[in-house]
């Protein structure tokens, strides 16, 4: 039986102390310099769609994503490793939203040239996904759109310092309304949406196609959708088509649990994915076991080949 609520480690969406949030450099920088850029070797080439690893940094490191390849050709067995995650956090002596990363999340970052560039020089891409922490603030409920376009600002501005290849979406816990905030409206999202792609035209945006954000996108004649490179299913062992306005090769119908999700199902929704003609598929909770047999179940559907895991 498929399970329909995700089981993420909540710790690491949980809100930290103010002092914590002090500490670990809650919001992030603006008129960020860039990180310097990696030397990526090119991945070796594979057919298929396009594969995600979220990785809950509080248990488990990003380096976990590196450690697959193709057993026929050599190639990555993951293309994209997600950093899960950092928060959208409410300041309610301002009363606006910044960007909060907990001790785990702001580890990894600031020590990327260890744990991020040995992917990208890989050829994976990292991008930070950026979740709700049951303070109110949300993506969807921006109270105008020169606060969408600050947010969005730090989120682009912490890509650049850090040399990260993207932002991903997460409207989960935001709990809307709570210190005084406002319910979702229609306008917010497209405006963050929006300033967000003008701030990192090259980077990736994607969208956990969940919450009151996934379901508001458009305003005023302008429809975001085209603005993201992929959209996945949240719902773990299922099938769940992401209702946004993209072609099949940027979407993820499939996502699993790697470990809990059997590997019946992991090998049969790949297989679905080929068939069908969709271009991505998602991942979770990769951790520092050999999880070989688990990514094979579904390598071998998508690229023709088990995944080999060197430590």
Do not use: C
Request: proline content about 5%.
């Amino acid at each position: 039986m498929f399970t329909l609520v995700r089981s993420r480690v909540r710790t690491a969406a949980l809100a930290l102390s103010a002092v914590a949030a002090l500490a670990f450099g809650a919001t992030a920088t603006t008129g960020a310099t860039a990180a310097p850029a990696p030397a990526p070797t090119p991945a070796l080439a594979k057919q298929g769609p396009t594969s995600v690893a979220y990785v809950e940094v509080n248990n488990n490191s990003m380096l976990n994503v590196g450690k697959y390849t193709l057993a026929n050709g050599g190639g990555n067995a993951f293309d994209v490793a997600v950093i899960f995650a950092a928060n959208i956090n409410y300041d309610t002596t301002k009363k606006q939203a910044y960007l909060h990363f907990n001790e785990n999340v702001q580890r990894v970052l600031d020590n990327a040239e260890t744990q991020i560039r040995p992917l990208q020089q890989k050829g994976i891409k990292v991008v930070l996904s950026v979740l709700g922490n049951h303070q109110g603030a949300g993506f969807a409920n921006f109270p105008s759109q020169q606060a969408a376009s600050a947010f969005a600002k730090e989120m682009s501005d912490t890509v650049t310092k850090y040399g990260l290849d993207g932002i991903d979406f997460d409207d989960e816990y935001a709990e809307y309304g709570n210190n005084g905030t406002g319910q979702p409206n229609a306008s917010s999202f497209v405006h963050l949406v929006t300033a967000l792609r003008a701030n990192m035209p090259g980077k990736i945006i994607s969208l956990y196609n969940i919450g009151p954000a996934a379901s508001r996108l458009s305003y005023g004649g302008v429809d975001v959708s085209s603005k993201f490179d992929y959209a996945w299913n949240p719902y773990y062992g299922t099938w769940q088509v992401p209702g946004i306005a993209l072609p099949k090769s940027k979407k993820s119908p499939a996502a699993v649990e790697i470990g809990r999700t059997s590997q019946s199902t992991v090998t049969s929704l790949a297989r679905r994915t080929v068939s069908e003609g969709y271009g991505v598929y998602l991942t979770y909770n990769l951790d520092g076991a050999d999880r070989s047999a688990d990514v094979s179940a579904f390598t071998r559907e998508l690229y023709g080949s088990d995944a080999v895991y060197k430590p």
